[in-house]
């Protein structure tokens, strides 16, 4: 399945195959983000099958980042909502974000720790040899 344009709206919209594909979701993520609010609702054709908008994408996009670093539901429904509030919420978009960084660079802190231990036992059992 390939995007289509939309003849009403003359976008280029989606089938859920090709947005699965595309992002990575399961049709159940995308459901699932649709019935909590994190997606806006999704708009369907005649026969009630989702069709999403080039928007859509992106915002998943964004979506896929977030949940990636680790942000918590919780988190990505509030900065949607400060998103979908309007350009008056970009300060606290930018905390938000500001603050979820903090935590990505901790984590990554904790990787490297971690890989260095992984290096020093590969180089320990190579020394066994």
Known sequence: MHSRWDPDTRERVHPPAEVVEE?????????????????????????GQRRFSEEDIGWLGM????????MPIATMLRFAELVRAGDHTIPERIE??????????????????RQRYIHHK????????
């Open 23 to 47: 992002t990575g979701f399961s049709i159940d993520t995308l459901r699932y983000y649709e019935k909590i609010g994190l997606l806006e609702r999704v708009d369907r054709n005649a026969a």
């Open 63 to 70: 979506l896929r980042c977030l949940r990636d670093t680790g």
């Open 96 to 113: 938000l974000l500001e603050e979820h960084d903090r935590t990505v660079q901790a984590q990554i802190g904790n990787l490297v720790e």
């Open 122 to 129: 590969i180089s320990y059992y190579r020394s066994v040899l």
